[in-house]
C-alpha cells in the first residue's frame, strides 16, 4: 500500500473530519460564486460567457499545481502521477476502476457516462454539485434530485455494474 | 465598484475561479492522506462516488448487504457531500437567500429520475464532472475522453433548449 502524510491508522480518525471540513468550504463557496461545470459548458456554448467555464479550468489547473506540488514533497503519495507517460498505451484508465473490464470497454463507458450527465445536467439546469448547492437554498426540485442521486447509488451497484461487466469484454 | 472593495474576501469567493484552484489544491492534499488508507488515485473531491460511498456505506451498514464502495470507504467514512450540504445552507442563510421553491409533483418527479440517471451515467464513467478534472490532471486520458463526451452532451442539450425556447417564442 501506498504511503501518504499519515499511517492508515491516523488516517481513518482524520479523514471524515477532513472530508467535512473541505466539503463545508466548497459548499459555501460554491454557494456564493454559482460554480458548475455542466452550466460553465452550457454558457459558454449559449451565451458567450466564460466566467463559469474558467473556474472548471482552474479546477483542472489547481489539481495539476495540488498534485505537483505534494507530489514533489511526497512523491510515494502519488504512485502513478504522469500514468500515461509510463504506459505503453496512453488510455489504460489509473489503477481502481472497477470490473476488470478492457481498455476499449473503459473508453466506450467513458462516452456514453460522459454524454448522458452532460445531457441530463444542462436540461435540469446543473451539474451534481450544483444540484446540492440549490436544494440548500431551499429549491425543492433539486432535493428530490439529491434523493434521485442516493437511489441511484443502490440502484447502479444492484444491478447496473452487474450488467455492465456482462455485457462488455 | 471601488478598487478595494473589489479585493475584498467575500467578492473575491464569488469568483468561480477562485473555488477552482481552491478545490483543485484540496483535493490534491486530500489525495495526499486518503491513500495511505486504501483509496482510489485522484479521489480527494468527487459528487457522485463520495454520495455513492456514504449511501452504500449507510445501506450495508444497516442491511449487511455488500453493495460496491471505494476501498477508502471500506475502512472510514467519507462525509464530503455531509459537508457541502452544511456548507451550502450556511452561505445561503447568512447570506438570506434561503427560500423555499415549490414545483408540480410531475416536476420532482423528473428531476427524482434524473438524479437516479446522472449518478449512474457518472459512475459508468467512474467519475463526475469534478473527478474527471482532476482524474485528467493526474494524468488520466479517458477522463479527458468523458470530459469531452460531457462537453457534446451539453451541446445537444443546449441545442434542445435553443429549440425549446424558440418554439415557445421567447428571445
Known amino acids: 500500500m501506498a504511503d ?3 499511517t492508515a491508522s491516523t488516517a481513518i480518525i482524520i479523514i471524515p473530519l477532513l472530508t467535512l471540513a473541505l466539503g463545508t468550504l466548497i459548499g459555501y463557496m460554491a454557494q456564493r460564486s454559482g460554480f458548475c461545470s455542466i452550466g460553465g459548458m452550457r454558457d459558454l456554448m449559449m451565451f458567450k460567457h466564460t466566467r463559469l467555464f474558467f473556474g472548471y479550468l482552474a479546477l483542472i489547473g489547481g489539481g495539476f499545481l495540488g498534485y505537483f506540488l505534494f507530489w514533489i514533497i511526497i512523491p510515494s503519495a502519488f504512485p502513478n502521477f504522469f500514468w500515461p507517460l509510463t504506459q505503453s498505451n496512453p488510455l489504460t484508465p489509473i489503477p481502481g476502476a472497477p470490473g476488470g473490464l478492457s481498455i476499449i470497454s473503459y473508453v466506450i463507458l467513458a462516452i456514453i457516462g460522459g454524454f448522458g450527465m452532460g445531457l441530463i445536467g444542462v436540461l435540469l439546469g446543473g451539474c451534481p454539485l450544483r444540484q446540492i448547492i440549490m436544494g440548500t437554498e431551499g429549491n425543492l426540485r433539486s432535493i428530490f434530485f439529491i434523493l434521485g442521486l442516493a437511489v441511484g447509488a443502490i440502484i447502479f451497484h444492484a444491478w447496473v455494474i452487474k450488467l455492465v461487466v456482462m455485457i462488455l469484454p | 465598484m471601488t478598487k478595494e472593495s473589489k479585493y475584498k474576501f467575500s467578492n473575491i469567493i464569488k469568483i468561480p475561479a477562485f473555488l477552482g484552484i481552491i478545490i483543485g489544491f484540496f483535493a490534491a492534499l486530500i489525495q495526499a492522506l486518503i491513500i495511505s488508507a486504501g483509496g482510489p488515485e485522484a479521489y480527494g473531491f468527487c459528487v457522485a462516488c463520495h454520495t455513492r460511498d456514504l449511501v452504500n456505506g449507510f445501506f450495508n451498514a444497516f442491511t449487511g448487504d455488500s453493495l460496491g464502495l471505494a476501498p477508502i470507504s471500506a475502512v472510514t467514512p467519507v462525509l464530503t457531500i455531509i459537508g457541502v450540504i452544511i456548507g451550502g ?12 421553491k415549490k414545483a408540480k409533483p410531475l416536476i420532482y418527479f ?10 449512474n451515467f457518472a459512475l459508468l464513467l467512474g467519475a463526475c464532472p469534478y473527478r ?3 482524474r485528467f490532471a493526474y494524468g ?13 452532451g451539453v451541446a ?10 424558440k418554439r415557445r417564442g421567447f428571445k
Request: net charge positive; proline share 0%; glycine share 12%.
Open chain 2, 132 to 134: 474527471a478534472a482532476l
Open chain 2, 110 to 119: 423528473l428531476y427524482f429520475l434524473g438524479g437516479i440517471a446522472v449518478l
Open chain 2, 140 to 152: 488520466d486520458f479517458v477522463a479527458l475522453i468523458g470530459i469531452i463526451s460531457i462537453a457534446g
Open chain 2, 89 to 100: 445552507y450556511v452561505a445561503a442563510t447568512r447570506n438570506k437567500e434561503f427560500k423555499i
Open chain 2, 156 to 165: 445537444l442539450g443546449v441545442l434542445i433548449l435553443l429549440f425549446i425556447t
Open chain 1, 4 to 6: 501518504g502524510f499519515l
